[in-house]
């Protein structure tokens, strides 16, 4: 696996450049708006994330899943809650003083793969034995919580299949271990699956896509009935709406690019789950088949986190 050395080299500070220097050095000199980009954008991303108050895919770009989850570091935290990163929130995730930007070394076990392309639809990625990641950068990319992009971003001209590359990452490993949780709340609200403790309050919070008109949020209270690491998916075209005529049942392969990702929190509602994806950058973003998506990385966080009987309230 690569190896994370606890700060990053330093390059020259560039306002606006995304380097190590710049990034973990960012303070805050206006409040984040939607749209923004830029060295403050991405520290507050990676602090937000370390925090477990995701921003979804990390990306240096301000955007409705940023603000929820400022917005929900705010509640959490007794601050005026109001999405934007203002002066006070921006106090309170400074205390967080880890470096954002890291480097890593990739190992050889980085690069082995196997990586291959994927068929498009169900019936040929039904042929595959498994549904693994399509390059090394894409792996990468879901282990430091980080779009493919970004990653290219902060290191130009880097080989991201070679052994020995050092590269520039975000920061993501949490400071804490997580709090007991007591139970999941999902809402379609604001397209968020939040973790309570005993006492009620919100320890952990991550975007999520929540239904659509075509198979709503079955609301209420649910029962988590167990977690299933690596599952494979069972397609069943008579529960899919938008299911071409001529598609049959077919069994799926495991793996990160499973269409319901690397874990399966199994709800007590018939055919309903809380569960991975290979799309991160659609989270929170576009509809679902009634099912609570999330990122592969925040799914597996939730699900080290629940235990069966838990209970899981859909809310709108």
Not at 29 to 41: H, I, L
Not at 68 to 73: D, L, S, V
Request: proline share 8%.
């Amino acid at each position: 696996m690569a190896t994370a050395q606890t700060t990053a080299a330093a390059s020259p500070a560039v306002p606006g450049v995304l380097t190590p220097e710049s990034v973990n050095d960012a303070g805050l000199t206006t409040p984040v708006k939607a749209g923004d980009k830029g060295v403050a954008v991405l520290r507050a991303q990676i602090l937000l994330d370390r925090a477990r108050f995701s921003p979804g895919e990390i990306d240096g770009a301000s955007g409705s899943n940023l603000h929820r989850a400022i917005a929900g570091f705010q509640a959490s935290h007794g601050l005026e809650v109001s999405g934007n990163m203002d002066a006070p929130t921006w106090t309170a995730l400074d205390s967080d003083s880890a470096p954002a930007l890291i480097s890593v070394t990739l190992s050889a076990e980085d690069v082995a793969g196997p990586f291959r392309s994927l068929p498009s639809g169900m019936p040929a990625q039904a042929k595959l034995d498994a549904l693994g990641y399509v390059s090394s950068l894409e792996a990468l990319g879901e282990r430091f919580h980080a779009s493919p992009t970004l990653l290219r971003q902060l290191n130009p001209g880097k080989d991201f299949g070679r052994a020995g590359e050092q590269l520039v990452v975000p920061g993501v490993q949490a400071t804490s271990p997580m709090p007991a949780v007591a139970k999941v709340v999902v809402d379609k609200s604001d397209s968020t699956v939040s973790l309570l403790d005993e006492a009620g309050k919100v320890v952990a919070q991550y975007p999520a896509s929540t239904g659509s008109e075509h198979d709503p949020l079955p609301l209420g209270d649910w029962k988590i009935k167990g977690v299933g690491k690596h599952p494979v998916f069972h397609y069943n075209p008579k529960l899919f709406w938008d299911a071409k005529a001529k598609d049959a049942k077919a069994t799926l392969a495991a793996g990160p690019n499973n269409p319901v990702g690397v874990v399966w929190i199994d709800l007590s509602k018939d055919h309903y789950g809380i569960h991975g994806t290979p799309e991160p950058s659609k989270i929170g973003k576009t509809q679902s088949h009634g099912c609570i998506r999330m990122t592969n990385w925040s799914a597996q966080e939730v699900s080290e986190a629940v235990k069966p009987g838990m209970i899981a309230t859909l809310q709108e």
